[in-house]
């Protein structure tokens, strides 16, 4: 048996890491010479090292682990169907009962019309279902031409070629020649950063209008779909304005648009709700999913699909598919771990409970001399760190300078929190109690203080011209 072991010391996994694993997003050589961090395991909300340290994992892994770490029942699930069957595929005319079991649970979750699972591996690899799939529907529909879809600066979509071309991430598109043709981004609602002397609504009216501007100039036979996060994750917890979502839908409508909602994040409770389509007033013809359908447990992503839009892609052949699309054992946990959302009401409890203890404590820190604004919706937040609140300025340093010394005095403070840019972000498990949160406050505080410290002694606290 290949037993996975800790017995080796912390310097000698981090030199093995450093000589064979290529991490991603990472400078390679950067975290070579300082040592990767090695978690060995993990249960509720708290992470231990090789070191022994205990960190408040205010980021659930990657915002995936809503249910928290270490249920057993998942882990007898795994084992469970590894051991009936183990590995299927569902392209040749088969099917297995986890795979059907799952999709009929998703259907009766999703919100609307979405009655309809085209299963993928990741998010990534379901929205690069989704493109496929959205242009394929408008070819069934005697409209080819119809292929351009629209998103957003700033939005994180995944990191295959096509799900990173739907992404506005630019340092992604400098890499690799992305993006794929026929993808156009409009301006993203970030009012804090973007907003100039609007109001927030005016704002969120405005951005979304781009949407119409940007169908009317590449032309309304030209367009596909548009797709958006209903909460930024990745681009630093960006909650829009509430005037924004409405006004998009509207002119999804209007125009006789596709309408994408990218859940990745968002979705199975992440914003108080189950999905925040709900929570927005969305009607998506088709939904990304992926992350909390498993918490993480087990890779598995999907598209939710409306009655429409399935009924068109049924009636043709579509040449799309991944070999673990509806992964056996992915859709025994998925199917345990929402078992275990609905029945333990975590989500039900996240929204009413938690979610608001959270924000009154999180909104505080907007306070804090270093924090220019502190948005939160449900359990993903973030703040902005800023040398000057009343001018909302950003720091004359480079990007993100800030927020990695905010990160690693978290880290100093066995927090994690993530930094995008000078936004610090979290996305704890939802099964977070009000003592944790207390703790995540005191020292997500205590580290706000430490960073404002340094970035002054740093001669840092300077706002760009
Ligand atoms: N859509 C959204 C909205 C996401 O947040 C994906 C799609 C892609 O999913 P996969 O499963 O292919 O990774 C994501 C993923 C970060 C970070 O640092 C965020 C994600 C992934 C990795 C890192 O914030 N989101």
Not at 129 to 146: L, S, V
Not at 178 to 194: A, M
Not at 342 to 355: K, P, W
């Amino acid at each position: 048996m290949t037993l996975i072991t800790n017995h080796m010391p912390t310097a000698e996994l981090q030199a093995l890491d450093a000589a064979h694993h290529m991490h991603p997003f990472t400078h390679g050589n950067e975290l070579g010479r300082k040592g990767a961090r090695i978690i060995t395991r993990a249960r509720g909300v708290t992470l231990t090292d090789s070191e022994g340290n205990e960190i408040l994992d205010a980021m659930a892994g990657l915002w995936c682990v809503n249910i928290g770490y270490g249920r057993d029942e998942l882990a007898e699930a795994a084992a469970r169907q590894m051991k009936e069957l183990p590995y299927y595929n569902t392209f040749f005319q088969t099917t297995h009962v986890p795979a059907i079991a799952l999709a009929d649970k998703l259907a009766e979750l999703a919100p609307h019309d979405l009655n309809h699972v085209f299963y993928a591996g990741s998010g990534s690899e379901a929205n690069d279902t989704n493109i496929r799939m959205a242009r394929t529907y408008w070819a069934q529909k005697g409209k080819p031409e119809k292929k351009v879809i629209i998103s957003r600066k700033n939005a994180y979509h995944g990191s295959s070629v096509g799900s990173a071309s739907l992404g506005g991430m630019s340092a992604m598109h400098a890499q690799g020649g992305l993006p794929i043709p026929d993808v156009h981004h409009i301006n993203q609602p970030d009012w804090w950063s973007e907003g100039g002397a609007m109001t927030p609504e005016e704002f969120g009216l405005a951005r979304a209008r781009e949407l119409e501007d940007a169908i009317l100039e590449l032309g309304q036979d030209r367009v596909a779909a548009f797709i958006g996060e209903p909460v930024q994750g990745a681009g630093g917890v960006i909650v829009p304005p509430e005037t924004y979502w409405p006004e998009i839908q509207r002119i999804c409508d209007k125009y006789g648009i596709l309408l994408i909602a990218d859940e990745v994040i968002c979705g199975f409770g992440r914003t108080g709700q189950w999905f925040a389509s709900e929570s927005y007033g969305i009607r998506p013809h088709i939904m990304t999913i992926a992350k909390g359908l498993s918490s993480g447990y087990a890779p598995i992503g999907g598209s939710l699909v409306c009655d429409e839009v399935a009924e068109v892609m049924n009636d043709c052949d579509f040449a799309h598919g991944y070999t673990y699309s509806g992964h056996p054992v992915s859709c025994a946990v998925a199917l345990e771990n929402i078992r275990i959302l609905q029945e333990e009401g975590i989500v039900d409890r996240a929204g009413s409970e938690i979610a608001p203890y959270l924000r009154r404590k999180w909104e505080a820190l907007a306070d804090h001399p270093l924090v220019g604004e502190a948005k939160i919706a449900g359990l993903m937040g973030s703040i902005a760190l800023t040398p000057d609140k009343a001018s909302r300025a950003r720091f004359a340093a480079d990007p993100g300078t800030a927020g990695l010394i905010c990160r690693e005095e978290c880290f100093a403070n066995n927090l994690v929190m993530r930094h995008v840019g000078d936004r610090m972000v979290i996305s704890p498990p939802l099964v977070i109690t009000k003592p944790e949160i207390d703790t995540l406050i005191d020292r997500a505080t205590a580290a706000l203080d430490a960073a404002q410290k340094r970035i002054e002694a740093e001669g840092l606290m300077v706002p760009a011209s």
